[in-house]
């Protein structure tokens, strides 16, 4: 656990270089990284379920007019498992990448950046609800919903920047979402929720 807070320090972006970034004429991609291990990458993730071999093809499928930003898991927070020496070392040969400080409210990052990537994650859940496209590795829930892009081998960079150009239509998020909807059910995946949910009852 020392050795992975010692890389963690080692490899996070200053508060003032942070700012730097945004000065550069360079679009923006954010990848939220997941906690580990859980089911929503090392299951769901599927091949993906290595997070940096998809920060590495997200790197490929993007040009050198981008940046990356990664930003570690903060709650819970991320421990030593999964993010060994190696994990650090494969970061730091990807171009054009930052490792932000976990810290920073993921919702104020999203509304700076262009793009938001994760394998399952809630922050691209939390982008198209804010209006920026988001881009996932693994079985997200939300991939059908508009504004997400589920990513696969014959997606290129101009097909996927054609997508990126397209300005954000709410309508069709809204509508999209709607039709998922009707397939959901209703009720809580865990008994950590039940405290969140007022008058709830086991039985119904």
């Not at 656990?1 to 360079?26: A, P, V, W």
């Not at 998809?54 to 990664?70: F, M, Q, R, Y």
């Not at 919702?107 to 859940?125: F, Q, R």
């Amino acid at each position: 656990q020392k050795e992975y807070l010692s890389n963690l320090r080692n490899i996070t972006l200053s508060d003032e270089d942070f700012n730097k970034i945004f000065l550069k004429k360079k679009k923006i991609a954010l990848f939220a990284l997941h906690y580990e291990p859980e089911a929503a990458t090392n299951i769901l993730g599927k091949n993906f379920n290595d997070q940096v071999l998809a920060i590495e093809t997200l790197s490929k499928l993007l040009n050198d007019e981008w940046l990356i930003l990664v930003k570690e898991h903060k709650d819970p927070p991320q421990s030593y498992k999964f993010r060994g020496k190696l994990f650090f070392e494969r970061l730091k040969k990807v171009d054009n990448l930052y490792f932000i400080n976990k810290d920073y409210k993921l919702t104020e990052i999203i509304e700076k950046v262009d793009l938001i990537s994760t394998i399952t994650g809630t922050a691209g859940w939390e982008a198209i609800n804010l209006g920026k496209k988001c881009l996932v590795f693994g079985n997200a829930w939300y991939q059908e919903v508009y504004g997400c892009t589920k990513y696969n081998d014959e997606l290129t960079y101009d097909k996927f920047l054609k997508e990126l150009n397209i300005p954000f239509d709410k309508q069709k998020f809204k509508e999209s979402f709607n039709e998922l909807s009707k397939r959901l059910g209703e009720g809580i995946v865990d008994e950590y929720f039940v405290k969140m949910v007022k008058d709830f009852d086991y039985l119904k």
